[in-house]
């Protein structure tokens, strides 16, 4: 299973696994557009047993980008935030 994740405006990806669109991930703000963090999620209610790995529930939260996109599997986590919108997918 590889993760990829397109970039759709600044702060909001579809998530990719092999290639079908599974996931969001998106930056949380407040009210004084302070990131809180960022949140990766299901599309679709799923069962816990039927869920893709590394999910275990149905969100979870993340303090960085960097470390949602790890916990994907998603190498060089860096490097994406150094490419310009529309040239942002990983693999």
């Given at each position: 299973m590889?993760?990829?994740?397109?970039?759709?405006?600044?702060g909001s990806y579809d998530v990719l696994?092999?290639?079908?669109?599974v996931?969001?991930?998106v930056r949380e703000v407040d009210r004084s557009e302070a990131v809180r963090g960022w949140l990766i999620e299901l599309l679709?209610?799923?069962?816990?047993p039927q869920r893709p790995a590394p999910f275990t529930a149905q969100s979870h939260a993340f303090e960085t980008r960097a470390a949602?996109?790890?916990?994907?599997?998603?190498?060089?986590?860096a490097e994406v935030a150094d490419r310009p919108l529309g040239e942002q997918r990983v693999p």
């Open positions: 590889t993760y990829a994740v397109e970039q759709l405006t600044p696994l092999d290639g079908h669109l996931a969001s991930l679709d209610e799923t069962p816990p949602a996109l790890a916990w994907l599997g998603i190498r060089d986590a």
